[in-house]
């Protein structure tokens, strides 16, 4: 095994590493989003939660309240999954970048691992 690449391998391992990257950065896009929606979820369920905290609110109203806060919580375990979803995503593509640049660079037989990981990366986009 040679493990002293010369700098056209090394080359054309970057090359084939910064397609994936093109990918993670959609990914970290979809991260900072879904975060925000997240931020907008809490923000409304500490607002009803402090409203009904108050004692001040109807009984009809304090019911449908309470019905909002459970679909917020809902929603929040959604989000929680796509966030969850999303950084897994993001893992296996680094992964996948690794793997791209050794499997050139060292002439390691690892191309089928790598192809897996990137697969495994946009079928976790996808259900995100």
């Not at 979820?41 to 019905?67: Q, W």
């Amino acid at each position: 095994m040679n493990f002293a690449p010369d700098l056209a391998t090394v080359t054309h391992g970057i090359q084939l590493a910064v397609a994936p990257v093109f990918l993670l950065t959609a990914v970290s896009g979809m991260i900072g989003a879904v975060a925000g929606r997240l931020a907008r979820i809490i923000d409304r369920a500490r607002f009803l939660e402090n409203r009904l905290e108050e004692g001040s609110v109807i009984p009809i109203r304090a019911i449908k309240m309470y019905a909002e806060l459970a679909q917020l919580r809902h929603r929040g375990w959604l989000v929680n999954g796509c966030l969850a979803l999303l950084t897994f995503c993001a893992l296996l593509i680094g992964v996948t970048i690794i793997l791209l640049f050794l499997g050139e660079t060292a002439e390691l037989p690892i191309l089928k691992i790598a192809t897996v990981c990137f697969l495994s990366g946009v079928v976790c986009f996808l259900s995100a």
